[in-house]
């Protein structure tokens, strides 16, 4: 453990110990963040109990930020976070951002100013309940040392109940200093997130629209999963033969390898799944909440009344009805959920098997590395190589991107093993925000060491966080980085070369040598430049003792998955003539 050597017992009960301790009761084990003067007694305090509880010490409060959100895709219960007053929180808002878009649960605790100061702009003063109030479920400061366990019992509650998502709490630096009496205010216990169970006549119509429908749709994905839920689900399909798709960057909630699997809806998708869920007479929404990139920007799914009959189970009662007008809404944590479908009684037989069938069969052939026949310029052939991460990858390595054409290869092209094997397979930024795959990974490695971190990163991506692979080095991570680097920002070359061919702008990256910079932070490196070049590199990466930067050179004309920048920007100058 960090922090262990000399201890000397503390024995003034300061309110920053308290604290600390209840995080422990709260069940966490790990914290990530970046010190700070204002929440030295915090410190103090895990220092006193570094036996118990991990401190992660990062190189920028957004990796931190970054980490603890991951840590809380990953077990279901808040990742939490501490940082410094103005400048490491507003760093640490990436990752607040990226929490309450993903719906994932995750505790920020901020050390502020002291209270005799407060409101005098003074130094590194923010007033947090302004900036983050649109990024966060809630905003609370402690005021008073002795309702710490209160607080910090409701920000878990709060972050995991209904939608998940971030809670932000603010600590002066002399309220943690106070002296408090902890037999009087002990830690509460763990707080365990509520279930809401669906109402049985909404239960009793879903089934009846599913009696009616010809040719339904499953679409999961969202917060609030856990592999139980996610096995009721299975059996839910199974039981009804219901083709299921994943909703954006929540690829591994129906396993990719499951015969009723229809691919994801996303950024890229499928255009054969597209027109399945146009055609869709029932689309059956378990868990997303239906954001721009599940909808095809509210257009493949029209806003606000859908085509197609809607039912959309959501956790929250607020998402229902916020965008789309369902036919059925039903509110309803994961887990009750789908053990109410599961147990729906489903007819003898059903009259939509071949389209099922079919729903899979068009996966099959999208994720088929031939590419459906295009030929892509240079000598590295992007679904080849990750054929060969289908082909070595452990069963529950855990996948990290963030934002970026490359993760579009990882999306279309690897099959996600299920959370319903047991473990989230998939850790990537819904807000699509650039850096988030290696502190995420990172952060993985350093809570279950067990499982394999692989992240995949474009230049552009890397350089946003890289320096959180020293954090991977001195905790001791393990993690293999994909580097694609197509010395550009390429995703919004390739949006310039639409709107506005051949008139590239702040798009183009001058690279430092990134095998020595991965190098120079304790992981080995590999560069490849062809295609069979990627697989022994790959093997030498997995039987590493330390992490392994891959750098793959890419060239930049491959910018998807589908086609060339020389075939966008000729089809927008055409347009243009
Ligand atoms: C934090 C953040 N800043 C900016 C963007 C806008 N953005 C989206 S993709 C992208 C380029 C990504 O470049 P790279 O990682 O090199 O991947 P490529 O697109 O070349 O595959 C940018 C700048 C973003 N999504 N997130």
């Known amino acids: 453990m960090q922090n262990s050597g000399m201890t000397t017992p503390h ?68 990742g939490v976070c501490l940082v410094t007053r103005g400048p490491g929180a507003t760093n640490a808002s990436i990752g607040v951002h990226t929490a309450f878009q993903d719906s994932t649960p995750m505790v920020l605790l901020v050390g502020d100013v002291a209270s005799d100061c407060r409101d005098r702009e003074a130094f590194q003063e923010v007033n947090y309940f302004h900036f983050f109030a649109p990024l966060c479920k809630r905003v609370e400061r402690i005021d008073d040392a002795r309702r710490i ?61 599913l009696l009616q429908a010809q040719r339904p749709l499953v679409l999961a994905g969202g917060g609030g999963w856990t592999p139980q839920a996610a096995q009721a689900l299975q059996r839910f399909a199974e039981n009804w033969q219901l083709p299921v798709a994943n909703a954006f960057r929540f690829q591994d909630t129906f396993d990719n390898h499951h015969p009723l699997y229809a691919g994801d809806v996303g950024l890229g998708i499928n255009p054969a799944l597209a027109a399945r869920v146009r055609q869709s007479d029932l689309l059956v929404v378990l868990g997303p909440r239906l954001g721009e990139s599940t909808t095809g920007g509210y257009t493949l799914v029209q806003a606000p009344v859908p085509t197609q009959k809607l039912v959309h189970i959501h956790a929250s009662a607020e998402e229902l009805n916020r965008v789309y007008q369902p036919t059925l809404a039903m509110c309803a ?130 350089l946003m966080n890289g320096q959180e692979l020293a954090t991977a080095s001195q905790h001791g991570a393990k993690t293999i980085v994909l580097l694609i680097n197509n010395g550009s920002y390429g995703t919004i070359r390739m949006h310039q070369e639409r709107e506005y061919p051949q008139r590239v702008v702040g798009s183009v990256l001058r690279n430092p040598d990134f095998c020595a910079l991965a190098q120079a932070y304790g992981y080995a490196a590999e560069r490849v430049l062809k295609t069979e070049e990627f697989e022994p590199a790959l093997l030498r990466a997995l039987a590493a003792p330390t992490g392994t930067v891959i750098e793959v050179v890419l060239d930049a004309d491959v910018i998807t998955t589908r086609g060339t920048l020389t075939a966008i920007t000729q089809q927008a100058l055409t347009k243009q003539a």
């Open 333 to 462: 944590t994961m887990n009750a959920a789908a053990r109410s479908l599961e147990v729906l009684t489903a007819p003898p037989s059903v009259p939509w098997t071949d389209w099922t069938a079919a729903c899979h069969a068009d996966y099959l052939t999208n994720i088929d590395e031939a590419n459906g026949g295009i030929r892509l310029p240079g000598d590295v052939d992007m679904p080849h190589l990750m054929g060969v991460l289908r082909r070595h990858l452990p069963t529950d390595a855990v996948l990290t991107n963030g934002a970026g054409n490359f993760a579009s290869w990882l999306h279309r092209f690897y099959p996600y093993h299920g959370l319903a094997k047991g473990h989230k397979t998939q850790l990537a930024p819904t807000n699509g925000a650039m850096g988030y795959g290696v502190p995420a990974g990172v952060a993985a490695a350093i809570t279950q060491p067990a499982r394999l971190a692989f992240t995949i990163a474009g230049d552009g991506d890397f």
């Open 11 to 78: 024995t003034s009960p300061l309110a920053g110990h308290l604290l600390v301790e209840c995080l422990i009761a709260q069940g966490v084990t790990h914290a990530f963040g970046v010190p700070g003067e204002s929440y030295l007694a915090v410190l103090d305090g895990l220092h006193q109990h570094a036996d118990r509880i991990r401190f992660v010490t990062n190189r920028q409060e957004g990796g931190a930020a970054f980490m603890a959100e991951a840590h809380g895709k990953l077990t279901g219960r808040p």
């Open 149 to 209: 366990p209160e607080y910090i019992a409701r920000a878990f509650a709060t972050a995991m109940n209904g939608r998940p998502g971030p809670v932000v709490l603010i600590l002066p630096e002399d309220m943690l200093t106070q002296p408090v009496d902890v037999v009087a205010h002990p830690p509460l216990p763990r707080v365990e997130p509520a279930r809401a169970w669906s109402d049985p006549g909404a239960l009793r119509q879903l089934r009846e629209l």
